[in-house]
T-cell receptor, first 110, second 113 residues
Framework: RKEVEQDPGPFNVPEGATVAFNCTYS??????FFWYRQDCRKEPKLLMS???SGNEDGRFTAQLNRASQYISLLIRDSKLSDSATYLC???????????FGDGTTLTVKP | DGGITQSPKYLFRKEGQNVTLSCEQN?????MYWYRQDPGQGLRLIYY???????QKGDIAEGYSVSREKKESFPLTVTSAQKNPTAFYLC????????????FGAGTRLSVL
């Protein structure tokens, strides 16, 4: 079993739709959590950090459920420009490194 | 402009050859990382460095080597022992290991001739 698992998708949604991704992690000692966005053949870029209380940035909402060991990303009112691969990242301070999920691919269609 | 610069953007390796990928950052970050990404897959950690003159193996270090002689620089050598080197290589840095956001360079695409 991978340390960090994501549904690879692809998720194909129409413009304006709401879509949610989940990411599960196996190490309960995980400390920090992030969502990154990666466009085709480009480097990953930080989308948002994930806090225990949940956090929102415009159309994007991130949630953390420590009891069930998963994080989620909700995108409301999807835009064509949201089409990308979304990577979840889990950081283990004791191990001194981060683990990336394999990513979930989103395609938003007109 | 502050950031991470990787070079070259594309690199071709002949069989039996060692090649070195460059990574330079001017963000004054202590920690630096090298990842490998294969098509349709996530990032796998090759090596990371928490501070100058120190580095640790990641999950797939075999066939690779690194050095960290300067804070700004973390070059990666793909040795001839790496039998399947074709991939997208990404360098990243963060203020300190594992606690902070990682910022990535634009990557180097390595192919075998």
């Amino acid at each position: 079993r991978k340390e960090v698992e994501q549904d690879p998708g692809p998720f194909n949604v129409p413009e304006g739709a709401t879509v949610a991704f989940n990411c599960t992690y196996s190490n309960s000692a995980s400390q920090s959590f992030f969502w990154y966005r990666q466009d085709c053949r480009k480097e990953p870029k930080l989308l948002m950090s994930v806090y225990s209380s949940g956090n929102e940035d415009g159309r994007f909402t991130a949630q953390l459920n420590r009891a069930s060991q998963y994080i989620s990303l909700l995108i409301r009112d999807s835009k064509l420009s949201d089409s990308a691969t979304y990577l979840c990242v889990v950081t283990y301070t004791n191990a001194g490194k981060s683990t990336f999920g394999d990513g979930t691919t989103l395609t938003v269609k007109p | 402009d502050g950031g991470i610069t990787q070079s070259p953007k594309y690199l071709f390796r002949k069989e039996g050859q060692n090649v070195t990928l460059s990574c330079e950052q001017n963000l004054n970050h202590d920690a630096m990382y090298w990842y490998r990404q294969d098509p349709g897959q996530g990032l796998r950690l090759i090596y990371y460095s928490q501070i100058v003159n120190d580095f640790q193996k990641g999950d797939i270090a075999e066939g690779y080597s690194v050095s960290r002689e300067k804070k700004e620089s973390f070059p990666l050598t793909v040795t001839s022992a790496q039998k399947n080197p074709t991939a997208f290589y990404l360098c990243a840095s963060s203020i300190e290991v594992a606690k902070n956001i990682q910022y990535f360079g634009a990557g180097t695409r390595l192919s075998v001739l």
